[in-house]
T-cell receptor, first 112, second 114 residues
Framework: DAKTTQPPSMDCAEGRAANLPCNHSTISGNEYVYWYRQIHSQGPQYIIHGLKNNETNEMASLIITEDRKSSTLTLPHATLRDTAVYYCIVRPRMDSSYKLIFGSGTRLLVRP | DGGITQSPKYLFRKEGQNVTLSCEQNLNHDAMYWYRQDPGQGLRLIYYSQIVNDFQKGDIAEGYSVSREKKESFPLTVTSAQKNPTAFYLC?????????????FGQGTRLTVV
């Protein structure tokens, strides 16, 4: 499985954009980038995923670099409820083993 | 509502006892997973199952056992052979669709062995 590297922690002010980076330099052409987040003592929650185009949904935006070796998750107007651990994961487009492998993630603290 | 349910939320057991954690999903998903999470750490895969009556070991399967007799259910047994069973256990399910294999997680079971 391709590996990802994320900073262990970040913080931002409430109402400002939170930009969370992820490096996945060994990603292969058939692998997607997924983002999940985990609020304290809860199960992880799916946020967004993409292959090579930028993606946006009601929660966040995902920008993947042209060489696909890194990506950035953006929460456009962070709230206190966005304080969580954010996980960046890569997995094959059609993964016959169905595995999701989590790293340590980035702990985002949104400050009042 | 469709979802994935883990029970109980908190579980206490004495050392040396086996304990079974429940995971049920009504999402009609083929694949189910069990993860373990220790304080301040990421999730580690224990077991996963792609279809009924089939399952594979993950990265830390020693001391655990599972069964998949029904599509909806994937119970995890923490045996007395697991040396450090106290942890937060998470169950997930997913189904493959071209271009998306989003996983849904339960709310977890916090197991404390005393």
């Amino acid at each position: 499985d391709a590996k990802t590297t994320q900073p262990p922690s970040m913080d931002c002010a409430e109402g400002r954009a939170a930009n969370l980076p992820c490096n996945h330099s060994t990603i292969s052409g058939n692998e997607y980038v997924y983002w999940y987040r985990q609020i304290h003592s809860q199960g992880p929650q799916y946020i967004i995923h993409g292959l090579k185009n930028n993606e946006t949904n009601e929660m966040a935006s995902l920008i993947i670099t042209e060489d696909r070796k890194s990506s950035t998750l953006t929460l456009p107007h962070a709230t206190l409820r966005d304080t969580a651990v954010y996980y960046c994961i890569v997995r094959p487009r059609m993964d016959s083993s169905y595995k999701l492998i989590f790293g340590s993630g980035t702990r985002l603290l949104v400050r009042p | 509502d469709g979802g994935i349910t883990q029970s109980p939320k908190y579980l206490f057991r004495k050392e040396g006892q086996n304990v079974t954690l429940s995971c049920e999903q009504n999402l009609n998903h083929d694949a189910m997973y069990w993860y373990r999470q220790d304080p301040g750490q990421g999730l580690r895969l224990i077991y996963y199952s792609q279809i009924v009556n089939d399952f594979q070991k993950g990265d830390i399967a020693e001391g655990y056992s599972v069964s998949r007799e029904k599509k909806e259910s994937f119970p995890l047994t923490v045996t007395s052979a697991q040396k450090n069973p106290t942890a937060f256990y998470l169950c997930a399910s997913s189904t493959p669709r071209l271009g998306n294999t989003e996983a849904f997680f339960g709310q977890g079971t916090r197991l404390t062995v005393v």
